[in-house]
């Protein structure tokens, strides 16, 4: 069993046991470890699936915090010819790493 979910802007398709980075995802109190994403927009079973317009209504996919971790830098180089001017920026995202727990229709 599949299922396409929705998070942070970006769209996964996911199955059980699976361990996604994904970005950072607020968790309602200190020390919880577990949410449940109802933002479904397809889940699938071999060869039957249901589509959703826009979200698969009662469809539901739990996940479990394993840890908040940083993604690799990314590196912007800002120039500008015969000018004399440069500049190097970056950042790092802060990503989420989950364990879908569960997919529920």
Do not use: C, W
Not at 23 to 32: D, K, M, N, S
Request: hydrophobic share 35%.
């Amino acid at each position: 069993m599949f299922a396409v979910i929705r998070t942070g802007g970006k769209q996964y398709k996911v199955t059980e046991g699976e361990t996604l980075d994904i970005e950072l995802v607020e968790f309602p109190a200190e020390g919880e470890k577990k949410i449940t994403i109802s933002d479904v927009l397809m889940i699938g079973n071999g060869d039957k699936y249901s589509l959703g317009s826009p979200l698969v209504s009662g469809a539901t996919v739990g996940l479990e915090l394993v840890e908040d971790i940083k993604a690799k830098k990314v590196i912007a180089y800002k120039y500008r010819r015969r000018e004399g001017y440069h500049r190097t920026v970056g950042h790092r995202q802060k990503l989420s790493r989950v364990k879908i727990t569960k997919i529920s229709v």
